[in-house]
């Protein structure tokens, strides 16, 4: 855990508070940073039932078994990964958040096959909303994001985007999407998405 | 572009996915006994097959898991994919010369 007063998002150098505007906006594309996410990186057996409820009863979600799914609740987000490791998100700039999830993942998988791993600062969280917001992603990524097949709210994947590796996770069926991207990469992606965005109107708006 | 089947999150393009060369090479159980013609053929000397191939490839960009894929090297079809320490599947060896 980093000094609270040390802690940064990797965009803070382009003040976007400064020049965001309040949601709706009029704009096919609303881009915001949603700074300072909490991950902790989850490996286990989810064909062990005690390792799939200790995770349950410690997050109050269950965990996707499904490929590319993840579970909400409130304020966090469990997102599969692969077969045997998860993503647990976070949005709650408070001091100790991380530890605290990562010491009640820990708790409730003592003596069990599993690995909890504090991510620290490494991610940084952008959001991207819109009508156009598919249209945006389509430039640079190689999934197949129609709603037929990439399948709506809660849906996610590790993947591309400008050559820069990203988890997406689908939040709306509007359609909103988060975009996880490690802080090195934050700003060019930012800016990146910015310029793809510029042809369908592009709302900076507050997180 | 390839559109590869991950055995884990299903089909996604070329650009996600890393080749990790030729499938099945077993490493010498005892290194030291090797010559060095020997052990030249097993780090370097690979069989460059134009036909049925047995390649590992990994979903670098993906959920990072290993696996292996029996591949035409002339179509670029791509006609199983099969688990790491899995032996390789009874195909057609399809040589074209
Ligand atoms: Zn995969």
Same mark, same amino acid.
């Given at each position: ?6 802690? /940064?998002? @990797? ?10 505007? $309040? !949601?709706? %906006? *009029?704009? &096919?594309?609303? =881009?915001?940073?949603?700074?300072l ?20 009863e ?27 490791e ?9 001091a100790?958040?991380?530890? /605290?999830? @990562? ?10 096959? $599993? !690995?909890? %791993? *504090?991510? &620290?600062?490494? =991610? ?84 | ?32 006994s ?6 030249a ?15 590992r ?41």
């Open positions: 855990m980093i000094e609270t007063y040390l802690r /940064q998002s @990797a965009l803070d150098h382009l003040g976007l508070a400064g020049h965001s505007t $309040a !949601a709706p %906006t *009029e704009a &096919g594309v609303q =881009l915001s940073e949603k700074p996410p909490v991950a902790v990186n989850l490996r286990g057996d989810s064909g062990d039932a005690a390792f799939v409820e200790a995770v349950r410690a997050l109050g979600l269950a965990l996707p078994t499904l490929p590319n799914t993840a579970t909400t609740g409130e304020g966090l987000a469990l997102l599969w990964l692969g077969p045997d998860w993503l647990a998100m976070q949005h709650d700039a408070a100790f958040a991380e530890a /605290q999830l @990562a010491t009640k993942l820990r708790k409730a998988l003592d003596g069990l096959h $599993a !690995a909890v %791993t *504090e991510m &620290g600062e490494s =991610l940084c969280c952008l959001s991207l909303a819109g009508a156009q917001a598919r249209a945006v992603l389509a430039k640079g990524c190689p999934l197949d994001l129609h709603p037929r097949a990439f399948g709506g709210s809660g849906h996610c994947a590790q993947s591309l985007l400008a050559k820069a590796a990203v988890t997406l996770l689908q939040v709306s069926d509007a359609p909103a999407f988060e975009l996880y991207v490690r802080r090195s990469f934050a700003d060019y992606l930012w800016r990146w998405l910015e310029d793809a965005a510029r042809e369908y109107g592009v709302a900076v708006v507050r997180p | 572009m390839l559109l590869i089947a991950c055995p884990h999150c299903g089909p996604r393009a070329e650009s996600e996915f890393h080749c990790g060369g030729e499938a099945h090479i077993e490493r010498p159980k005892d290194p030291a090797l010559s060095d013609a020997e052990w053929e097993f780090v370097f000397l690979r069989d460059n097959i134009k036909g049925l191939v047995f390649e490839w990994n979903h670098a960009h993906g959920c990072r898991r290993w696996f292996n894929a029996a591949r035409d090297s002339v179509t670029y079809e791509i006609l199983a994919i099969y688990p790491m320490g899995s032996p390789p599947p009874a195909l057609d060896p399809r040589r074209y010369v």
